[in-house]
């Protein structure tokens, strides 16, 4: 995709489009071996959760552990995550900014989740905060237009570009209001399988292999 042909402003999904969400699940466990004071609980939740499984359920009980789920969680959502962007992402973002494109967030999830994600993954150096949409705090949830409809009012007369991953909700909103949609398929790393089998108005107009190849 040639960088004239991109949109003034870029919105992106958060997890499994600017970083792979499964490391913050391993960072996660990691901080749960860690409260529990075991290191090794880390890889027993990591196989649970490779298996389809309740990785807090089991760890309690193969353990028997008097913590509850809820502790686990909160442990999970709040920590700090070890999580990190892969050079070629940065690279990309670079160049967006360079070019004067104007970066967005659109994510579902948790305030004090999400934030950390982006505080660890250092993206306040490319992304305005008053440009991340996070669920929680802003009220609605993707697909809702008016998440989307912020950046239009923020930015008008622009042109806009949501980059994300997930066909069942990412796409079917910006579509629907004249936005470029652009889908990064799943390398098999994903936490969610990519499923293409939607209506026509749930697809990405673009579908591309690597982040990368948005400034190709």
Known sequence: MMM??????IVFDLDDTLYKEASFVESGF????????NSSFADEMMSSWNDGKNAFEQLINHHSLTTSIYELLTVYRTHIPSIELDPSTTDTLETLVANGKILGIITDGRAITQRNKINALGLSRWFPDDNIIISEEF??????????RFFMSKYPGKTYTYIGDNVAKDFISPKSIGWQTICIKDNGQ???SQDFGFNDEYLPAITINHIKEITD
């Open 4 to 9: 004239q042909s991109l949109s003034d402003v």
């Open 30 to 37: 990691k901080a749960i071996a860690c409260h529990l004071g």
């Open 139 to 148: 009220g609605s949830m993707k697909p809702d237009a008016r998440n989307y």
């Open 190 to 192: 994903n936490i969610h």
